[in-house]
């Protein structure tokens, strides 16, 4: 099975700084089967990014991914208050489908 | 816009069943060759995937479950299922119900979660 690792597990930052959220595989990833979800408390995930670097409807483009193979990135610039939240990555296409990383807090400093 | 919201009891007894119901609205269940999945998340804890169901009615699950699970469908109320046997407090969780882009592909759309506990 693939494992995901995230890196950091908390990133505290101001609002307007910029973010960067690791996620490595143990395994390679197709680009094409990557994403990245934001959880606030008490909700369900929210879909961010698909296939790497596509952002979901209604994302603003100051969230951004990237990578491939192994390493994948997720890049939050000018943070708002919002985007203080828990950050999975993920793959699919894989067996099983769909793993998770272990997710990254993103909270106010 | 396809809405979900899953259902079920709140407590269940250890070694006994645990039943959710997962009810599509906005979209018909078995058209857009979508996926359908119920994940679920410890207490304070990270996403696990549990299993999902084509729109055809294929099905696969996480072998950490070890068969414990099942997933159905149900065309004619437009819903899905999952029944998780011979629970233990391990599964208390908050399930998530949650359909893919088409195709096996990202989870863009998930139901609220519901909290279930398992205790005697």
């Known amino acids: 099975d693939i494992v995901l690792t995230q890196s950091p597990g908390t990133l505290s930052l101001s609002p307007g700084e910029g973010a960067t959220l690791s996620c490595r595989a143990s395994q390679s990833v197709s680009s094409s089967y990557f994403a990245w979800y934001q959880q606030k408390p008490g909700q369900a995930p929210r879909l961010l990014i698909y296939?790497?670097?596509t952002r979901a409807t209604g994302i603003p483009d100051r969230f951004r991914g990237s990578g491939s193979g192994t390493d994948f990135t997720l890049t939050i610039s000018r943070l708002e208050p919002e985007d203080f939240a828990v950050y999975y990555c993920?793959?699919?296409?894989?067996?099983?489908?769909?793993?998770f990383g272990q997710g990254t807090k993103l909270e106010i400093k | 816009q396809v809405q979900l919201q899953e259902s079920g009891p709140g407590l269940v007894k250890p070694s006994q069943t645990l039943s959710l119901t997962c009810t599509v609205s906005?979209?018909?269940?078995?058209?857009?060759?979508?996926?359908w999945s119920w994940i679920r998340q410890h207490p304070g804890k990270g996403l696990e995937w549990i299993a999902y169901?084509?729109?055809?009615?294929?099905?696969y699950y996480n072998p950490s479950l070890k068969s414990r699970a099942t997933i159905s469908l149900d065309t004619s109320k437009n819903h899905f299922s999952l029944q998780l046997n011979s629970v233990t407090a391990a599964d208390t969780a908050v399930y998530f119900c949650?359909?893919?882009?088409?195709?096996?592909?990202?989870?863009?759309?998930w139901g609220p979660g519901t909290m279930v506990t398992v205790s005697s």
């Open positions: 296939g790497t670097s």
């Open positions: 169901i084509s729109f055809s009615g294929s099905t």
């Open positions: 906005g979209g018909s269940i078995n058209s857009g060759g979508y996926y």
């Open positions: 949650a359909k893919d882009r088409g195709g096996l592909d990202a989870l863009d759309i």
């Open positions: 993920q793959q699919y296409g894989n067996s099983p489908p769909y793993t």
